[in-house]
């Protein structure tokens, strides 16, 4: 291996590394482009194994104090200012309803070091990206505790060499080296691709318990993360023999191959993302090992390629080499930042893209690399910083603590920290019927005669405190059967998810049959269900099938001789005011009229026209006046959170159309 102690060719390889990050975050088409990180960790691997062994060839020894020195410098100052600076800014920009709480929570991950652990409960890519300003920084703490690892690695490494010898020593490395690879590989691979599997195992229960899936363990664990970093250290073994040189006149090929896996990668985790094969699922694991493969060879074939390594030496790709580390920190907050105050747009696009390289230059310039040449606080060691940094974020911590629940109560005129459970979900105080699978609390008085009933999927759920309310003041008893994600349809319909479903919906025909309800109000979230194509179907007939189902429904439902109402979904504002709303923009976002009916304009026509086929469906309710004027439509009326997301209402929106719902009642069984 060269004597060379720095690697021109590796600052470029960072610079496409952190391109295919952003492109990525920034929403743009390159889904494959999470692969960065992945190749990140090789290259992370592979510079900080370099260095060491220098280090030893050098001084026949190793400094554990120095190495963590070098890598706090390195590493630390950006963190803390970032991570700071974004908690501050989150009290004007961000919702005090999560986001600025998870903030504040991601500071203090950020000051340990332990971000990915606390977002191991959580599916990384179905994050909404206005909830967590700091998500990327589980990335950094999966690279920190390599870190604390490989001095441990090196230590045990020295002692073999001490007592056996260079040789014995050398196998014994590389016995290693591959074995973690293989194991670390395999298990980020099952993890990822047979999660059901290793459910089923005993020992996995304990994280399964904490809402730990194998495949955000994979995603987010060291553990399964370990082969990426240590593909970077086998390179620069294999460096280090000199038989590796008679294989120079090979580099060439090698390089473009390992640049055609990383493209092939890229190209593969785009066409499939893997996260978009289901709710749970982490990444492309084949895409992954494309990208770790490419990134080891390029770094192996570029000790030895003069002419194309000049393709990863031009000078912009340089100089974005030496900024990506700072890039890297700050284009996340920045384009959280972006679309919670401006939403997404192609404008916006490119301002993050502007704004991530400008920030990035100037912490480079004037914060990391400063500290890290020891030209700012050169006396300071490693453990002043670590317990500085540690100790802002602790006050930071406790100080948004009692920031946010005032900026709540500014905004909305309640704490965020409140949780509001609908009646549906809190403890029966009265009577309570079970039939089987179905069951309901009866609210209202045992002098009330008459009965109505709701019965639906989360939306029936979510419109229960309205319902109820509207039921009693008429003095009639109130029941309410919600099942989330199973619409309320008959009991063989084609939309049906689970077995359990099925007997739900069974059991609440039979009662419906036995209590003869004065009424049934049907809300269920239908767009829900019509919003991919149903197996062989286009969304057309899917749409159409919905239909079909919802009028064999009406069909039995007439047959038992029942009085129906159909409340459809209250309109689909795109975005969450929970992540919306802010010291900055109090009422959260707006959008016009037009625009919010059209999203469910298809399937509510769909049901319209079912109902009017059966005289036993007295009304079609729709919410869209409730919430929309002439020209737009809101989720927030006064101070009052009217959705608790984008699809159901809040307990304060349920009561919100609680009157409309007595009246529509009221005129239909008086």
């Not at 909305?412 to 009265?430: F, M, T, Y």
Request: hydrophobic letters at 50%; one cysteine or more; proline letters at 4%.
């Amino acid at each position: 291996m060269k004597n060379s102690v720095f690697r021109i060719d590796v600052q470029g390889l960072r610079a496409v590394a952190v391109l295919l990050v952003l492109l990525f975050h920034f929403e743009t088409p390159m889904k494959g482009g999470y692969l960065g990180v992945d190749m990140f960790f090789v290259i992370s691997g592979f510079v900080i194994a370099s260095s060491t062994f220098r280090e030893i060839d050098r001084t026949h020894a190793f400094s554990w104090q120095n190495f963590l020195r070098r890598r706090v410098r390195r590493l630390l100052p950006g963190v803390a200012v970032v991570s700071i600076l974004v908690t501050a800014a989150s009290i004007l920009l961000l919702s005090p309803f999560g986001p600025q709480q998870t903030t504040s929570q991601m500071l203090v991950g950020a000051a340990t070091y332990t971000s990915n652990f606390m977002l191991m409960s959580r599916n990384y890519f179905s994050l909404d990206p206005k909830s967590n300003p700091l998500m990327h920084f589980w990335s950094l703490a999966v690279e920190e505790q390599f870190y604390l690892v490989w001095p441990l690695a090196i230590a045990a490494l020295l002692y073999v060499r001490h007592r056996l010898g260079r040789a014995f020593s050398a196998i014994v490395v590389w016995l290693m080296v591959l074995l973690t690879i293989y194991i670390t590989c395999r298990l980020f691979v099952w993890f990822s691709v047979e999660g059901p599997t290793v459910n089923d195992y005993s020992w996995f229960r304990p994280l399964i318990e904490r809402d730990i899936s194998p495949q955000r363990f994979a995603f987010y664990s060291p553990l399964t993360r370990a082969w990426e970093f240590v593909a970077g250290v086998a390179v620069v073994l294999v460096l280090r023999n000199s038989w590796v040189s008679k294989l120079q006149a090979l580099s060439t090929g090698v390089w473009i191959f390992g640049i055609a896996l990383v493209l092939a990668g890229v190209r593969w985790a785009t066409v499939v993302p893997g996260y978009e094969q289901g709710a749970d699922t982490a990444t492309n694991s084949s895409a992954t090992i494309l990208a770790v493969i490419g990134t080891a060879m390029v770094l192996l074939a570029g000790e030895f390629a003069p002419f194309v390594q000049k393709v990863l030496t031009i000078k912009p790709l340089v100089i974005l080499g030496d900024w990506s580390y700072s890039v890297y920190l700050w284009h996340w907050p920045v384009w959280v930042l972006l679309i919670t105050t401006f939403n997404r747009s192609w404008q916006v696009t490119v301002v993050a893209f502007a704004l991530s390289l400008f920030l990035g230059w100037a912490q480079f310039q004037w914060i990391e690399n400063p500290v890290r040449n020891g030209k700012r606080f050169p006396r300071a060691n490693y453990g002043v910083f670590v317990g500085a940094f540690a100790v802002v974020a602790v006050f930071v911590y406790g100080l948004m603590s009692v920031v946010t629940p005032a900026v709540g109560q500014h905004l909305a005129g309640r704490n965020p920290d409140k949780i509001d459970l609908h009646i549906v979900e809190e403890s029966c105080q009265s009577a309570e019927y079970v039939l089987g699978a179905a069951k309901t609390c009866v609210y209202g008085s045992e002098s009330f005669s008459e009965t109505v009933i709701l019965a639906g999927d989360s939306l029936a759920r979510s419109l229960s405190d309205g319902f109820v309310k509207a039921v009693n003041d008429q003095g009639r008893n109130a029941m309410v059967f919600s099942y989330p994600g199973c619409g309320f349809l008959i009991e063989d319909s084609v939309f049906t998810p689970t077995a359990e479903c099925r007997a739900w919906r069974s059991d609440v025909f039979r009662f419906i049959s036995e209590v003869v309800p004065v009424l049934l109000v049907i809300s269920n979230l239908s767009d829900l269900y019509v919003s991919v194509p149903l197996g062989n179907y286009d969304l057309k007939g899917t749409r159409d099938a919905w239909g079909y189902e919802l009028s064999r429904t009406l069909e039995l439902l007439s047959q038992m001789g029942t009085s129906v109402v159909i409340t459809q979904p209250p309109p689909l504002i795109k975005n969450d005011l929970r992540y919306d709303i802010s010291l900055l923009h109090q009422d959260g976002a707006q959008e016009p009229r037009d625009v919010v009916i059209e999203r469910r304009k298809q399937i509510n026509d769909v049901e319209v026209a079912i109902a009017a086929n059966y005289s036993s469906v007295k009304k079609v309710l729709s919410f869209d006046n409730l919430f929309c004027d002439e020209s737009r439509c809101s989720q927030k009326f006064g101070k009052l959170f009217l959705f608790e997301d984008a699809d159901h209402l809040s307990v304060e929106g349920s009561l919100f159309v609680s009157d409309y719902l007595k009246s529509e009642i009221s005129n239909i069984t008086d």
